[in-house]
């Protein structure tokens, strides 16, 4: 791990694509994942960020759809497409934003809860969390996912308690 840390300008969505829950069935690990019929078809973040989603467990063999809900219906943020506009699914919290199943890795820590979508995620936090310097990203409007941690992950005197928690949320995989 280097001692310096670069913030590359991740925003949340870019670990949104795998997304590991706690099973509603056998509270085993599951998945949820942009269903296997739209893998290929969207360009864009928005575009499989709203595409249907399937969860599914390998644990019970539970399976379960989802697709994106009219916005005049339910409101938030719209994307416009064709036979649209669709709710934006809200990403962020430790439950996943399609099911609103608990995240697999998740995990009390300072008063707060320790969350990640999968690995990649958690490897990202963990990199962010142990470097004793992290330089900011170069402006791009919005902030970026690691900008908006809480105060109790980022501070100095939290950096040991936090790695703990990501290791043992390492192993529960
Ligand atoms: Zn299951």
């Known amino acids: 791990m280097g001692e310096r840390f670069r913030d590359p300008g991740w925003r949340l969505w870019h670990f949104a694509r795998e997304i590991l829950v706690r099973c509603p069935r056998c509270d085993g690990r599951a998945l949820v994942a942009v269903h296997p019929d739209h893998r290929e078809r969207h360009a864009h973040a928005v575009g499989w960020l709203t595409a249907?989603?399937?969860l599914t467990c390998g644990g019970c063999g539970r399976s379960a759809d989802w697709a994106?809900?009219?916005?005049?219906r339910v409101g938030g943020d719209a994307y416009f497409t064709s036979?649209?506009?669709?709710v934006v699914p809200r990403l962020g919290g430790p439950d996943d934003p399609y099911f609103g199943l608990p995240l697999w890795l998740r995990r009390p820590c300072r008063g707060g809860t320790l969350w990640a979508y999968n690995?990649?995620?958690?490897?990202?936090?963990?990199?962010?969390v142990a470097a004793p310097l992290r330089e900011r990203p170069a402006p791009a409007g919005s902030q970026t996912m690691l900008e908006r941690l809480p105060a109790w992950m980022t501070?100095?005197?939290s950096r040991e308690e936090v790695l703990a928690?990501?290791?043992a949320l390492r192993a529960s995989l």
Do not use: K, M, N
């Open 119 to 128: 690995l990649a995620h958690l490897d990202a936090l963990e990199a962010y």
């Open 52 to 54: 249907p989603h399937r």
């Open 68 to 72: 994106p809900a009219r916005w005049e």
């Open 165 to 167: 928690a990501v290791h």
């Open 155 to 157: 501070a100095a005197g």
């Open 83 to 86: 036979g649209g506009p669709y």
